[in-house]
């Protein structure tokens, strides 16, 4: 994600519900976290599955690795957001 401008800043911060930049941090870093989790729990899955023995499981296995990667893209997304959150707060941005 290149650096958002105001207006896309204003319009995140309307979509996260609160009306200033360390707000807006904040709740992007709790989302970052949350989706941490998430795609912590899929890679525990996927390991325990791989190595549970049970057959004709490949289709899962390839969505636990898909749904894994996305939500760690999206983490990923929401975290350089905070980040340009943090440029604004700072008059950078």
Do not use: C, P, Y
């Amino acid at each position: 994600m290149v650096a958002a401008r105001r207006k896309d800043l204003d319009a995140w911060a309307q979509l996260l519900g609160v009306t200033n930049d360390a707000d807006a941090m904040a709740a992007l870093r709790s989302l970052h976290g949350r989706l941490l989790v998430i795609a912590g729990e899929l890679n525990w899955f996927q390991n325990k599955f791989s190595t549970s023995g049970v057959l004709g499981g490949d289709g899962v296995m390839v969505a636990l690795h898909e749904a894994a990667t996305g939500t760690l893209d999206a983490s990923e997304e929401l975290w350089q957001l905070r980040r340009s959150f943090e440029r604004h707060d700072r008059g950078v941005a």
